[in-house]
């Protein structure tokens, strides 16, 4: 007998079936795909400078366009993607593609408005430019805090839950053995190699995703017999035990392929999407750490912008290559992935809310021959070690220069190394340790609660970022206001949800309507526009910041070329020179062989290098501040700009 997953948990079934990943080709694949991997991180480790905080924390500012958008599409598109919009998908059409297709527009705003300024502010964290922008502490800290929690509450723990149940279904593993392995394989070249390790993992990732997706969607299609063929059979796919239970929770929703929907009866209504994820994709794209640190590392701004473009035509791909998957297995494994009545879906899947989370793994296990099989495990893998890496990265820098420098402002350069490093080590064993938490957490709708925890708690995080740098008017009074009122209203909703449960078709919610009967996605429009109104009004009715404060900080004061004075110092500054400030030639102690190989792998060798004095350090300053572009290149960036946006408004149209 063999193994199937049900939830995380593993049942016996009487089906015998040949889908396990235990013969050699399969593993040759799997193994030869970490050899890879592990080869491209050292080969990254090898050739950038991981010393310094530019080297380690923003790839030293000299990464091109297109390793930019590779990172930028895998750093986003996880594990929790090929399960959470698959498995949607096979639930209710291919409205959840919008979420992906929103963010053509949306990577636009960010190269366009968004880079420009944090450039010139020369930040590191989305928490330092909000320190520039508004002066002050308590933003900055509240701001580090929340991204961090977010990060184990939604990405790492999201990933892991969908990365288990390829790994459970494929391989047998024990999930605590399973994503220990991965998490610390995942750790090693993002400790010792920073950020252009990340990123030119994050390429070849990207690679080894879209071609294995390509080839399960070929097969996927030749399975149903083309897209018309698809298009019939999935409006017929109902499961054969449905007990007493309403028509409208297992047949497929009339208006399965359409985007836009029904704007009070639609599951995703069209309102929702326009606005109400367009707010949410500011927060991801344009403010989130993981995202924008990859732009940050640009070699200058045309690459920054170049990047942004190829995510777009990329983002373009999850509809073919996630969502029709997904919806043609439900098809291809009606009973089991569409089943409705409890027990049936406990039978299957362990989860009474329904299986559709099984979507895409089904898909890969039944349809894949051996070989290719492993090939479509090892994308799951880059898709989980890929966004795992950014996050990993994106809060350690969040940590060590927005939390740690706080409590040691002396620290040198080496001891933010070491910190940020350590911290990496930390937080995998805070995500070990949420595995119990991810093993229950929403199993049925895994997209549906990312998007909603996101909805309860990003937007006045977005309202924020977008009056800081289009509205100079707004100052520290109003955002931390905005930001703290916003959050409590927030977290009413998220805790009344969750304690009242989510439910299902055939077992609704006894959540009170006032409450949750709000869509997250209006829901977001009305608390981004709430933080707004308090942000805006608080402001008014309190000081304004001065024009000398926000040179280059705001969209309207980008191009000022005066001195900008700074609302409040640095908390850290690079002490590696005060001996030298002090006259004393201190005697540096000869590491040992050991010490020297273990510091030479983590990048944190004795640097001699020459010391760069003032002048020196104010024109490499300005340089790495520098957002001026070549005329030809800033007209072929803007170019594909224009065909971006020309994609996405067909793309709508055609499905709209």
């Known amino acids: 007998m063999s193994q199937d997953y049900v939830g995380l948990s593993l049942i016996r079934s009487s089906k015998k079936n040949n889908t396990s990943i235990n013969n050699p080709a399969d593993i040759s694949v799997i193994v030869i795909y970490f050899v890879v991997v592990l080869g491209v991180g050292i080969w990254a480790m090898l050739r950038t400078n991981r010393a310094t905080v530019g080297g380690f924390f923003l790839a030293g500012r000299s990464m091109v366009w297109w390793p930019i958008g590779a990172s930028l599409f895998a750093s986003n ?14 639930a ?18 960010l190269g366009w408005f968004f880079v420009p300024i944090y450039i010139k502010a020369g930040v590191v964290t989305m928490p330092e430019y909000l320190k520039k922008r508004f002066g002050g502490q308590r933003i900055r800290i509240y701001l580090s805090v929340l991204s961090l929690f977010l990060y184990v509450f939604t990405k790492i723990s999201a990933d892991m839950f969908s990365g288990a149940i390829f790994i459970n279904l494929a391989l047998g593993l024990n999930i605590y053995l399973a994503v220990i392995i991965l998490l610390l394989i995942t750790a090693l070249y993002t400790v010792t190699g920073g950020l252009a390790a990340v990123i030119y993992t994050d390429t070849l990732q990207t690679l080894i995703m879209v071609v294995g997706a390509f080839i399960l969607m070929g097969f996927a299609f030749n399975e149903v017999g083309g897209f018309e063929n698809f298009q019939e059979r999935y409006m017929l796919a109902a499961p054969s035990a449905i007990a007493n239970i309403s028509a409208s929770c297992y047949e497929p929703r009339p208006d399965s392929f359409h985007i836009f929907r029904n704007a009070i009866t639609g599951d995703l209504p069209w309102p929702g999407l326009v606005f109400g994820l367009t707010i949410l994709a500011i927060w991801c794209w ?35 290559l996630m969502i029709f998957p997904g919806m043609i297995s ?10 409705v009545e409890p027990e049936e879906c406990k039978k299957y ?23 290719l099989r492993g090939l479509m495990l090892s994308v799951m893998l880059a898709s989980l070690m890929s966004s795992l890496t950014s996050i990993f990265n994106s809060s350690s820098t969040l940590f060590t220069m927005d939390i740690y420098t706080k409590i040691r402002s002396s620290a040198s350069e080496r001891e933010l190394m070491i910190a940020g490093r350590v911290f990496i080590l930390a937080l995998i064993a805070v995500s070990i340790a949420w595995i119990p938490v991810v093993q229950t957490a929403q199993s049925g709708h895994l997209f549906d609660y990312i998007q909603s925890i996101t909805s309860y708690l990003t937007p006045p995080i977005a309202a924020v970022f977008v009056l800081a740098i289009f509205c100079k008017r707004a100052n520290e009074t109003g955002a931390f206001y905005g930001l703290v009122i916003g959050l409590a209203i927030g977290l009413t909703r998220m805790i009344a949800e969750f304690a009242y449960g989510t439910g299902s078709c055939v077992n609704p919610s006894n959540c009170p309507t006032i409450i949750c009967g709000v869509h997250y996605l209006y829901f977001a429009i009305i608390l981004f526009v709430v933080s707004c109104i308090i942000i805006l009004g608080v402001s008014l009715m309190t000081k304004p910041i001065a024009d000398k404060h926000l040179y280059r900080l705001c969209w309207s004061l980008r191009n000022c070329t005066e001195e900008r004075v700074d609302l409040e110092l640095d908390d850290w500054v690079n002490n590696q020179q005060d001996s ?18 273990v510091m030479s792998f983590c990048g944190l060798e004795q640097n001699n290098t020459m ?19 070549v005329l030809l290149w800033r007209n072929i960036v803007n170019a594909n700009a224009f065909i971006v946006l020309c994609i996405a408004v067909f793309c709508h149209g055609f499905f709209a």
């Open 349 to 371: 899947c362990g989860a009474s809310v329904g299986c559709t989370n099984i979507a895409y793994p089904k898909l890969v296990l039944e349809l894949m021959p051996d070989g």
């Open 92 to 109: 209710s059409g291919l409205a959840i593609g919008e979420f992906e297709w929103n963010a053509l527009i949306v990577l636009l705003l």
């Open 611 to 629: 010391k760069l004095s003032e002048e020196e350090q104010a024109k490499l300053q300005e340089k790495l501040t520098d957002t001026t572009e």
């Open 330 to 339: 439900r098809i291809l494994y009606t009973d089991e992935v569409a089943c």
């Open 580 to 597: 030298n400030k002090m006259g004393i030639d201190e005697p540096v102690e000869e590491p040992g062989l050991c010490k020297k190989a």
């Open 286 to 320: 344009c403010t989130d750490q993981v995202i924008v640190q990859r732009c940050l590392s640009g070699k200058n701004l045309s690459h920054v912008k170049a990047g942004c473009i190829l995510c777009g035509y990329l983002k373009l791909l999850p509809m073919f």
């Open 77 to 90: 598109i996880g594990s929790g993607h090929f399960v959470g919009l698959a498995g949607t998908a096979a």
